[in-house]
């Protein structure tokens, strides 16, 4: 084969990258209800069911600080309309989130007639 290099260096001495920069975790939602957090950047990306945002938060747990990535793809409700209608005004971060999150839980009716719970998920200032 030409153009393939192969590395000399045994498996047990290749350290993995995750190991020199700890990647920042995924902040779930139900953690953070009625948790102060601070959103330091928004982002909003293409995902399988349409677009969502990530927000990079940092917030108190156990007495000390954590750094988490919070994901929200609700369209027409809850963090993903909250914080577009936010930027699209002119909003700037980082923002302070006082009261955390606040948890909608209800059902959801669906095309075929059934019916599933379902939660919306809202920044709560």
Known sequence: MTGVQTCALPISEITAFSDLTPGIGVALSEELVGVPFVILRAD????????????SVIYERDGSNHVGVLNNGSLSSGIYQ????????????????KK????SEYTKSLPNGSSIPAKTYYLAN
């Open 44 to 55: 909003e990306h293409m995902g399988d069911y349409g677009p969502f945002i990530s927000l």
């Open 82 to 97: 909250q914080m577009n209608d936010y930027l699209s005004q002119g909003g700037t971060l980082p923002l302070s989130v």
């Open 100 to 103: 955390g999150l606040r948890k």
